[in-house]
Every structure is written in C-alpha cells, then in structure tokens.
C-alpha cells in the first residue's frame, strides 16, 4: 500500500468514526489570515448558540482546535464547580485530610 493511500485509507476511518460517533454535521474549510482571523462559514453559524455577537470557546489540544459556543462552557464549568461544592461537604474534613497527607 502506497503511503497516499494509507493517508486516505486513515483519513476515511477517522471521518467516518466523526460521523457516527460525533454526530459530526458538516465539515466546511476556512482560510487563516495573516491576521489569525476566519470566517465560520453561514451553514455552520446556523448550529445554536453560534449568532453575530455571540461569544465562543476556543479549545486548543495537541492535534485540533474546536470552536464552541460559551453557553456550552458556562454550563459544563458550572456544573464541575456545583460538583465540587457538593462533594467538598463530604470529604474535606479534618479526618481526611489525617489519612490522605502522606499519599
């Protein structure tokens, strides 16, 4: 197998894997400008919380970035931190932190 095709071969499993598993819509292509910026093309901007004025993420990993709208961050940090109080009645005693200080 030529190296091109296994690029291809590897690049149809990873879309294919996107399109079940994430419910992947649409993918649409962007040009960088010697600014940074980019234009989200219209047929994206139509996914909720995408609107003229409307605040997003930018998730930077290794190998991608996502763009996400901020009410999706809003809610998943508030939940993490509404966890965290609820938990931290439980566990953070005087007696914990006794059996945990030398792990």
């Known amino acids: 197998m030529s190296r091109d095709t296994a690029k291809t071969t590897r690049f149809i499993y990873i ?3 996107l399109i079940i598993k994430m419910s992947l819509l649409e993918i649409k292509s962007a040009t960088i400008t010697a600014k ?3 234009s ?3 047929e994206i901007r139509t996914v909720e919380g995408f609107k003229v004025g409307s605040k997003i993420a930018i998730l930077a ?9 901020m009410g999706q961050i809003n809610k998943r940090i508030d939940t993490a931190f509404a966890s965290q109080k ?9 007696e914990d932190e006794e059996a945990w200080k030398n792990l």
């Open 86 to 94: 609820v938990l931290a009645k439980d566990w953070d005693s005087k």
């Open 40 to 42: 989200i093309p219209k």
């Open 15 to 17: 879309l294919t894997f």
């Open 61 to 69: 990993y290794q190998d991608h970035v996502e763009l996400r709208p």
């Open 36 to 38: 940074g910026q980019i």
